[in-house]
């Protein structure tokens, strides 16, 4: 069945570091991508998305590109700032019949000033 | 902007007592999902809902039950709540879209059964 790999957490990273969260994904067919993220006391959110290989997701700095070859799917920021500091998941929808969603255990996020 | 709601956001209960978490959309979603999060941030569908009168058992076996009887309410109900229910729950909804249909989640119930 499908899988989400992410990098275990917590990642702490000081004001202004780049940031890398890796993702990896298996999943038969053609899968849509997304990074979703959840901040203290709330619901998840879509960070970001793409439906189809090399297709670039971007939303407030962060970035991530769909690469079928190493099925991977990266999340990345060039700067962070502490309002960052939240819980990510990296997940994907088939595109089967009932087109299930499965995530990836999440990644903590510690911004430090 | 997501409109989905969960009450209540708290809720704690002794063993034994019948709960109800609620949930509504007005975005008019066909289809819903409860997940239920554990400490360690996973997510486990427990159960989802194609639409109206549909309800479905999700990954996580679960002793909670729902109904879909209004599109736009999506309730759980535990029978006799116990303290290994104690978890967060979450509740969203996505489009009916073969599509990228993105899921909407409320804010979720944290429930603690003493």
């Known amino acids: 069945g499908d899988s989400v790999t992410q990098m275990e957490g917590p990642v702490t990273l000081s004001e202004e570091a780049f940031l890398t969260i890796n993702c990896t994904y298996t999943a038969t067919g053609y899968p849509s991508l997304f990074w979703y993220v959840q901040y203290p006391g709330e619901g998840l959110q879509l960070l970001l998305k793409?439906?189809?290989?090399?297709d670039k997701g971007s939303n407030k700095g962060f970035e991530a590109t769909y690469r079928k070859e190493t099925t991977s799917f990266h999340l990345e920021k060039g700067s962070v700032q502490v309002s960052d500091s939240a819980v990510y998941f990296c997940a994907l929808k088939d595109s089967g019949g009932y087109q299930k969603v499965t995530f990836g255990t999440g990644t903590k996020l510690q911004v430090i000033p | 902007e997501a409109d989905i709601y969960q009450t209540p956001r708290y809720l704690v209960i002794g063993t034994g007592k019948k709960i109800t978490l609620e949930c509504s959309q007005t975005?008019?979603?066909?289809?819903m999902y409860w997940y239920q999060q554990d400490p360690g941030m996973e997510l486990h569908l427990i159960h989802y809902s194609y639409g109206v009168n549909s309800t479905e058992k999700g990954d996580l076996s679960s002793e909670s039950t729902v109904s879909r009887i209004r599109t736009e309410h999506f309730p759980l109900t535990l029978e006799s709540a116990r303290p290994s229910h104690t978890s967060q729950y979450l509740c969203?909804?996505?489009?009916?879209?073969?599509?990228?249909?993105?899921?909407?989640f409320g804010p979720g119930t944290r429930l603690t059964v003493l």
């Open positions: 793409a439906t189809k290989a090399d």
């Open positions: 975005m008019g979603h066909d289809k």
């Open positions: 969203a909804s996505s489009a009916d879209n073969r599509g990228t249909d993105t899921q909407y």
